[in-house]
């Protein structure tokens, strides 16, 4: 939990002079409309019951101590009486209406939170959903640059506030100011002014207090919750990459960097606890001066014959009445500050706008045929170092187009541009003659199926992960795929069959068997224009021959862009583009391109030498 939290959009007002109180209170205004839903009625209804139940257990708990009062000046004898004079005189209707009392408004309290439990529950699921859905609406930018642990700890902890926030500040701290103001009212009503100036500078005296200190201990609790992320961050990052440690016999390098985040959290906590000891003891020490200077005059008022015994205890009860959830009220301040600095947090996730949004005008897109033509495109992350200039090619409807070139030539950007994770900084990209940038971003990613290099799967069975291609698919339609991708036999000749499970990101898997998993869901999508982002280049040669052979399989009768690092997988594209620094430097097919002797010409040499290497060491590696 930290207070770091990104600033809300600019208003139109002049800033205030208080900018965190300003934002806190944005906070709340954007959490109103979970709590006040438009078009739910129902839940509109269970707000204003809610608040009446909250209402009528507040005025019966005012109301307690009067009964109680009676009851005691009633049983307060004026001479000694006998036995049978007590028992005629007990005030059994006061004694049972204190009860009755005390048990209703326990009642009401407990309706209101029953009440509104759906109320709230529902707010934390929306926002929860509009959190999660708004995630993956976001650009590919902004989950490169994320860290993962980080950002579930701060969803965490916004989630926890807004429960914090519906839970005590509307049926705690709006109540207890309520009861604050009619028990001061009493007061000066029934025992005089001095009675509730002393409450009302007791009061004012601890607010100010708890204000400033908890303030002041902010920091702490900033830092705390900073450890807390970085630490949450660091596990979460070294669990993921858990190979990568064990290759490199890192484990108590791992230990001490989490450790040592560990190590500012135990700090941060120390002076944190130790801040919140002086803040509870200076609390205390106020609300006892208040109650007893209040109870010291109470209590000459009794020798002076002016208030009766009753009339003491009525003072304690309602000086008890007030400093028990004032005593709470400091908690519950320091958590809702705590809880707001969270949201805000949260909230300017949510906040966080796409890189790349659909046009107000946007339209499906319709595919006739799947003709592809990229008309002077330009790109780059920073205008200081331009990634593609210029480029120009057209991928024929039905045809097999490939894109090579050395690493950071632009190759994979290409297809993160047709795929529209990015714009174009100039030019235009076309499928049909319809510019992407018109269309919606789910109708054109309905219409490009992909196959990357680094399958990623989710840990869940091998059915889940093929059906994703399509999830109302049939199992037979899943079969299915599985065959054609070449992967039926060797999931049935599984234990558990289509319900084994694959781990976390596919790791039970070997990297041919997820490339098959990854195709057989291609194939489940059925897509007229097929994206593959070097799809075989790290795969082994003959891992690399059978998966080959079912990309050309359902490559068949559909556009295809192929990026390729290995030429050898692109020789019969009827097309093939050559990118270097970000330019198309030769095109033609395979044969035309040898012709030419340039620089595809060089790297097929190159490619062949280092397999005819790799041969003669495997050859050797047998003998």
């Known amino acids: 939990m930290t207070d770091t939290a990104p600033a809300p959009k600019a208003a139109e007002n002049p800033p205030s002079e208080n900018p965190k109180a300003e934002n806190h209170w944005q906070t709340v205004k954007r959490l109103l409309p979970y709590l006040w839903v438009k078009g739910r009625g129902d839940l509109k209804v269970r707000v204003v019951a809610a608040l009446a139940f909250l209402a009528l257990a507040k005025l019966i708990g005012v109301y307690v101590p009067f009964l109680f009062k009676d009851a005691v000046d009633a049983l307060t004898p004026h001479a000694k009486p006998d036995a049978a004079t007590v028992a005629l005189v007990l005030p059994l209707g006061l004694i049972l209406g204190y009860g009755t009392a005390r048990v209703l408004g326990q009642l009401f309290g407990e309706l209101r939170d029953a009440v509104f439990v759906r109320v709230g529950q529902h707010a934390l699921r929306r926002i929860?959903?509009?959190?999660?859905?708004?995630?993956?609406?976001?650009?590919?930018?902004?989950?490169?640059?994320?860290?993962?642990?980080?950002?579930?700890?701060?969803?965490?902890?916004?989630?926890?506030?807004?429960?914090?926030?519906?839970?005590?500040?509307?049926?705690?701290?709006?109540?207890?100011?309520?009861?604050?103001?009619?028990?001061?009212?009493?007061?000066?009503?029934?025992?005089?002014?001095?009675?509730?100036?002393?409450t009302f500078v007791c009061l004012i005296s601890y607010i100010f207090f708890t204000i400033m200190v908890t303030d002041w201990r902010l920091k702490f609790r900033r830092e705390m919750n900073e450890?807390?992320?970085?630490?949450?961050?660091?596990?979460?990052?070294?669990?993921?990459?858990?190979?990568?440690?064990?290759?490199?016999?890192?484990?108590?390098?791992?230990?001490?960097?989490?450790?040592?985040?560990?190590?500012?959290?135990?700090?941060?906590?120390?002076?944190?606890?130790?801040?919140?000891?002086?803040?509870?003891?200076?609390?205390?020490?106020?609300?006892?001066?208040?109650?007893?200077?209040?109870?010291?005059?109470?209590?000459q008022g009794v020798v002076d014959g002016r208030f009766t015994i009753g009339d003491f205890v009525l003072v304690n009860s309602l000086l008890i009445q007030i400093y028990m959830p004032l005593n709470f009220l400091g908690f519950v301040y320091r958590e809702i500050k705590q809880s707001l600095v969270d949201m805000e947090k949260m909230f300017g996730i949510i906040g966080?706008?796409?890189?790349?949004?659909?046009?107000?005008?946007?339209?499906?897109?319709?595919?006739?045929?799947?003709?592809?033509?990229?008309?002077?495109?330009?790109?780059?992350?920073?205008?200081?170092?331009?990634?593609?200039?210029?480029?120009?090619f057209e991928v024929p409807a039905g045809t097999t187009t490939a894109i090579v070139g050395a690493s950071g030539a632009g190759k994979s950007t290409i297809s993160r541009i047709l795929f529209r994770f990015y714009d174009v900084t100039g030019g235009h990209v076309l499928i049909d003659g319809q510019d992407i940038a018109s269309v919606t971003q789910k109708s054109l990613r309905e219409k490009i199926g992909v196959v990357p290099q680094d399958t990623v799967l989710f840990n869940d069975t091998i059915r889940y992960n093929i059906r994703y291609g399509r999830p109302d698919a049939t199992d037979a339609e899943v079969d299915e795929a599985a065959r054609l991708a070449h992967i039926h036999d060797f999931i049935t000749g599984l234990p558990e069959g289509y319900d084994t499970e694959v781990g976390e990101r596919g790791l039970k898997l070997s990297g041919g068997e997820k490339q098959r998993v990854a195709i057989a869901r291609t194939i489940l999508k059925n897509p007229p224009i097929l994206l593959l982002d070097e799809a075989t280049s790290a795969l082994d040669s003959h891992t690399e021959r059978d998966i080959q052979a079912s990309l050309d399989q359902i490559a068949e009768g559909r556009t295809t862009i192929v990026i390729a690092h290995r030429l050898s997988?692109?020789?019969?594209?009827?097309?093939?583009?050559?990118?270097?620094?970000?330019?198309?430097?030769?095109?033609?097919?395979?044969?035309?391109?040898?012709?030419?002797?340039?620089?595809?010409?060089?790297?097929?040499?190159?490619?062949?030498?280092?397999?005819?290497?790799?041969?003669?060491?495997?050859?050797?590696?047998?003998?």
Do not use: C
Request: hydrophobic share 45%; no cysteine; proline share 1%.
């Open 352 to 392: 966080t706008h796409s890189e790349v949004t659909d046009k107000a005008d946007a339209k499906a897109l319709d595919v006739r045929g799947g003709h592809v033509r990229f008309e002077g495109v330009t790109f780059h992350y920073n205008e200081a170092r331009p990634i593609l200039k210029g480029i120009d």
């Open 227 to 299: 450890q807390d992320t970085k630490a949450n961050t660091k596990a979460i990052d070294s669990l993921l990459n858990f190979e990568t440690v064990k290759y490199f016999t890192n484990e108590e390098h791992e230990a001490r960097r989490y450790d040592s985040a560990l190590a500012g959290f135990e700090s941060a906590s120390v002076r944190s606890q130790l801040s919140l000891t002086l803040l509870n003891v200076g609390q205390g020490f106020i609300i006892t001066l208040g109650l007893v200077a209040v109870l010291w005059m109470a209590g």
């Open 569 to 623: 997988t692109v020789v019969n594209a009827e097309q093939i583009l050559v990118l270097d620094a970000g330019e198309i430097v030769e095109r033609g097919t395979h044969d035309a391109l040898i012709a030419k002797d340039g620089l595809y010409a060089r790297m097929w040499q190159k490619q062949q030498e280092a397999s005819k290497a790799q041969e003669k060491l495997a050859v050797l590696a047998e003998a």
């Open 128 to 198: 929860a959903l509009n959190t999660f859905r708004h995630l993956h609406a976001l650009s590919l930018k902004f989950h490169l640059e994320r860290r993962t642990g980080g950002l579930s700890r701060v969803i965490e902890r916004g989630t926890r506030g807004i429960d914090f926030l519906l839970r005590f500040m509307l049926f705690n701290i709006l109540p207890t100011l309520l009861e604050i103001v009619l028990i001061s009212s009493i007061f000066w009503t029934k025992f005089g002014v001095m009675y509730a100036l002393i």
